[in-house]
């Protein structure tokens, strides 16, 4: 057994803090106004359908000028908007029975396993994408974070979070005229977040010390209540550390490569540390992705001050480690040579009983290449009992990738599984499509939702409820997407035409396509226009329109990735693609959930088999959208003919004649298959055959993609807590 904390240790773990955050607050507002503040503290009303009404009502135009921080929100709003909404009954009705779900929810008794408030699910990440007002998300990866947070509280499971807080978060995007992307920051004040610093028996911050560089950086902890699952971020922002200490907090994958190290260090190391000073000691530490991968050693070195020797002690960290491996791409394995990782680490291999060699040896494919660079994805599949890659075709990728790690096994039978990935249905499904699913799959449908008998009663709905239902969400996106247009080609100083062929050419009748992920390479946004000729053909239909919605962030040091929409960009003195065509700035989580609400046609074109999962499609499913992806992460085990449409999966040699090829399909099928379907109305106005293959995607993909499926695999699989 492993060296738990003792039982009379004191559970420091930030919960009055919260209470008292919010209580504060409450103070600085009308009485009747008090409920606003303790919802505003636990980011469950983010997947309540009524709480964005909700806190919109106190002042739309402020609500949006905050992005949608509740704790701004109640702090920056005029008195007189804050007294008029004291006035208004039903609005304080509202917010008291908001208030009473979330007290009930915090209430229930927690799922009966293994795991417990003080020894619970740790999950580790880089990212957590809870919501838009806390920016310290890049993308798919924290997305997925977020959901499995979201979903553990579903579910009760004992689990809680841990990642770092970014005092500037993410990079902000502006695409000048060419299309080429620029970042920049806004800082990020904590203090202004719906978070509470949590504090010691002295009543002042909690803070751990983490071994870098040769010296102690100081961490202090916030917690965010995201439902029943606190969200533990650790924050270098405190007067003993050094203005570059500080930094390793400042940005999300930071540019300078030994911060960067860094922050996986302190998120590794620190995250144990702060768990144990708070009295919480994890059952199961799970590392979604390497970033976190030194937590397993930290384990392992408070076995052996227990009196474990390295060995028990390494064997017990394993035990209670589950690693995910999210991408095959080189950029998410990056390596380090032997400077940069003695640089940042110092001494800290000899506190868990190694030698610089045998440190290094556990993030190598090949223990005893001196050259091979330190990879934080080898440590973390040696130092977990479970690995899996998010997928069924990504856990076959990661096995062969990985196979150097375990040369005396085939590649079939290397012990990396797959779970997966899902989606939290409550956060990505437009209300209307809620409201719908509520009527026709009965009361308390969605925690049954990974029950393909659930999902039957689908059929029952009627064409024409669905068919309003597609066009209520179409239309709402089209009107974000328009306006968003608009305001950024006006921003680039574009010419009026062109600003207003977005005015003249999106509507909400249209065909709506959206292509929206991080822009990598590989993800081949260029295939929309290798052939200008072709997306010209399906953009000249004047009685059958298509429109594309395209957004997504590059990093900012990948120039490829950044130059990647400068081909969409260049068709804009072609009036159609002027009108038909927007690519929308600043992707974030906002954005990304009107556009999966809206598009009638998600795409996804990957080279494969470099997707490992993908989640986007899975929540344009849940609304009613159709998927033309390529036949690779989820998608290749979601398809069923049936139920969508799929390009080739195989890997090619020749990536110039694939990419011809794929392109070539895309179209056929867009031109042929797709469009001609949407616009095949039966006499009241209905497409019967497409809405027909919306109930068929809704019924295969809604019970198999949602994170409540995902996280019992995880519970049952992997953490084996029952």
């Given at each position: 057994m492993h060296q738990a904390l003792p039982a009379a240790s004191p559970l420091l773990d930030g919960r009055a803090d919260v209470v008292a955050a919010a209580g504060a607050l409450a103070e600085r507002l009308p009485a009747r106004l008090a409920p606003f503040a303790r919802i505003a503290y636990n980011y469950c009303w983010s997947w309540d359908p009524d709480a964005e009404d909700l806190f919109q009502a106190i002042d739309p135009q402020r609500w949006e000028l905050c992005n949608g921080n509740p704790i701004r929100l109640l702090t920056e709003t005029s008195s007189k908007a804050l007294q008029r909404a004291v006035g208004d009954d039903l609005l304080i009705g509202r917010a008291e029975a908001m208030l009473g779900r979330l007290t009930a929810e915090l209430a229930r008794p927690p799922m009966a396993s293994r795991a417990s408030e003080r020894h619970p699910v740790a999950f580790l990440c880089a990212e957590f994408g809870i919501h838009r007002s806390l920016p310290i998300y890049a993308g798919g990866l924290g997305v997925l974070a977020g959901d499995i947070l979201k979903e553990a509280s579903d579910l009760a499971l004992p689990m809680v979070g841990v990642g770092l807080l970014y005092r500037e978060g993410y990079f902000l995007q502006r695409t000048d005229a060419s299309g080429y992307q620029h970042e920049y920051w806004r800082p990020v004040d904590p203090e202004r977040l719906p978070a509470a610093l949590v504090l010691g028996p002295d009543g002042v911050p909690l803070t751990v010390p983490v071994p870098l560089r040769g010296r102690e950086v100081v961490v202090q902890v916030w917690r965010v209540e995201v439902g029943r699952t606190p969200l533990y971020l650790l924050d270098a922002e405190r007067p003993e550390n050094g203005r570059v200490d500080r930094w390793i907090t400042g940005r999300l994958y930071v540019a300078d490569r030994a911060i960067r190290l860094a922050q996986y260090a302190l998120l590794g190391i620190g995250s144990v540390r702060a768990l144990r000073a708070m009295g919480i000691d994890p059952c199961i530490i799970h590392l979604n992705e390497g970033h976190g991968g030194l937590a397993p050693l930290e384990l392992a070195r408070t076995e052996m001050l227990a009196g474990h020797d390295r060995s028990t002690a390494f064997a017990l960290a394993r035990e209670r480690t589950v690693f995910t491996t999210?991408?095959?791409?080189?950029?998410?394995?990056?390596?380090?040579?032997?400077?940069?990782?003695?640089?940042?680490?110092?001494?800290?291999?000899?506190?868990?009983?190694?030698?610089?060699?045998?440190?290094?040896?556990?993030?190598?494919?090949?223990?005893?290449?001196?050259?091979?660079?330190?990879?934080?994805?080898?440590?973390?599949?040696?130092?977990?009992?479970?690995?899996?890659?998010?997928?069924?075709?990504?856990?076959?990728?990661?096995?062969?990738?990985?196979?150097?790690?375990?040369?005396?096994?085939?590649?079939?039978?290397?012990?990396?599984?797959?779970?997966?990935?899902?989606?939290?249905?409550?956060?990505?499904?437009?209300?209307?499509?809620?409201?719908?699913?509520?009527?026709?799959?009965g009361e308390g449908w969605v925690g049954r939702a990974s029950d393909l008998t659930t999902w039957k009663a689908v059929e029952g709905i009627p064409d024409e409820e669905l068919w309003e239902v597609r066009n209520t969400q179409r239309a709402a996106l089209v009107e974000m997407a328009r306006d968003r247009t608009i305001a950024n080609r006006l921003d680039r100083s574009d010419p009026r035409e062109y600003v207003e062929a977005a005015e003249r050419g999106l509507t909400e009748h249209a065909l709506t396509i959206g292509f929206a992920r991080r822009l990598a390479t590989y993800k081949r946004l260029y295939l929309l226009y290798t052939d200008p000729e072709r997306i010209r053909d399906v953009l000249d239909g004047s009685t059958l329109p298509v429109q594309f919605l395209v957004a997504g962030k590059a990093h900012p040091s990948d120039e490829e990735g950044k130059r990647s929409p400068q081909g969409l960009f260049a068709l804009k003195n072609d009036p159609r693609s002027a009108e038909r065509i927007s690519f929308l700035d600043n992707y974030d989580l906002a954005i990304a959930l009107q556009m999966v609400g809206g598009c009638d046609l998600w795409i996804n074109l990957p080279r494969p088999p470099l997707e490992a999962s993908g989640t986007s499609g899975m929540k344009a499913a849940m609304n009613g959208g159709l998927n033309l992806s390529t036949l690779d992460g989820w998608w290749a085990e979601g398809f069923d003919i049936t139920n969508g449409w799929g390009l080739p999966g195989d890997v090619a040699f020749d990536t110039h004649v694939q990419d011809q090829r794929d392109a070539a399909i895309f179209f056929d099928v867009l031109q042929n298959e797709v469009v001609p379907l949407f616009y095949d109305r039966g006499a009241d106005g209905v497409p019967h055959g497409w809405i027909a293959m919306v109930k068929r995607s809704l019924m295969s993909i809604g019970p198999r993609f949602s994170a409540k499926r995902m996280l019992l695999d995880y519970v049952h699989e992997a953490y084996e807590l029952l």
């Open positions: 999210h991408t095959p791409v080189a950029a998410g394995n990056e390596g380090y040579d032997v400077s940069e990782v003695q640089s940042v680490l110092g001494e800290y291999p000899s506190q868990v009983g190694l030698d610089d060699a045998g440190f290094l040896q556990l993030g190598r494919t090949q223990p005893d290449n001196p050259h091979e660079p330190f990879v934080m994805t080898p440590l973390g599949i040696k130092m977990s009992r479970f690995a899996n890659g998010v997928s069924r075709r990504h856990g076959e990728v990661a096995r062969q990738m990985w196979r150097p790690l375990f040369p005396e096994r085939p590649a079939d039978t290397v012990p990396i599984s797959h779970v997966t990935n899902g989606v939290h249905l409550p956060t990505w499904m437009g209300t209307p499509m809620r409201r719908l699913l509520d009527r026709y799959l």
